[in-house]
């Protein structure tokens, strides 16, 4: 069966920290992965990775995919209070309409 | 205003009372479709919709179903909640050319449904 897997489950850092999420999958039809931010209630979309190797930059978060071992890295540099969130990371298949998550990491920026 | 909008946001019921939740988007997006979501197990498809003539069934769709009124309108509806449906729900639009993938989700602000 199709599965994501995400880690930690919950993080707690304080303001200035790096942060590294982590996401693995064991998925048929592989299409793309995706991560997005949910912080209070609709999670919000922040990068589409298809290709290994290839580093998507957003402002302080980065991220990259590794399509050989079967898994995706999120990075937040310098995290601040505002990056307090739950991130999900899904995979795309083809030949599939049903994306699958992963549970999520919650992330406690404390001050 | 949103995009996708969801209503109600909120909504607390008894065992086995019908309930509606209703989405409409204005995105101009063909595919939609509700997620439910519970800790620790992410979000779960129920029901996807590409047109308003065609839906289909996800990992869990038992005990729901849906209608899609309009390009615009797709609603979720619970005939006999139970109290294993407290969950958040989501809908979302999907804009992908071709089969057979989702692509980027576009999610509503959720509605919190709690059944006693």
């Known amino acids: 069966e199709d599965k994501v897997v995400q880690s930690p489950l919950s993080l707690v850092v304080h303001e200035g920290d790096t942060v590294t999420l982590n996401c693995s999958y064991e998925?048929?039809?592989?299409?793309?992965l995706l991560w997005y931010k949910q912080e209070k209630k609709a999670p919000t979309f922040l990068f589409m990775l298809?290709?290994?190797?290839i580093e998507k930059k957003s402002g302080r978060l980065s991220s990259i995919l590794d399509k050989k071992e079967l898994f995706s890295i999120l990075n937040i540099t310098a995290t601040q209070t505002g990056d307090s969130a739950v991130y999900l990371c899904?995979?795309?298949?083809?030949?599939?309409?049903?994306?699958?998550f992963g549970a999520g990491t919650r992330l406690t920026v404390k001050p | 205003d949103a995009d996708v909008t969801q209503t109600p946001r909120n909504r607390i019921t008894k065992t086995g009372k019908r309930i509606m939740l209703e989405c409409s988007q204005t995105k101009g997006h063909d595919r939609m479709y509700w997620y439910r979501q519970d800790p620790g197990l992410g979000l779960r498809l129920i029901y996807y919709s590409f047109d308003v003539k065609d839906i289909n069934k996800g990992e869990i769709s038992d005990g729901y179903s849906v209608s899609r009124q309009a390009q615009a309108k797709f609603s979720l509806s619970l005939e006999s909640a139970i109290p294993n449906q407290t969950a958040l729900y989501f809908c979302?639009?999907?804009?992908?050319?071709?089969?057979?993938?989702?692509?980027?989700?576009?999610f509503g602000e959720g509605s919190r449904l709690t059944v006693l």
């Open positions: 899904a995979v795309d298949r083809y030949n599939n309409n049903d994306m699958r």
């Open positions: 998925v048929t039809n592989f299409r793309s």
């Open positions: 298809t290709s290994s190797g």
């Open positions: 979302a639009t999907s804009d992908i050319a071709g089969t057979g993938a989702v692509g980027e989700l576009f």
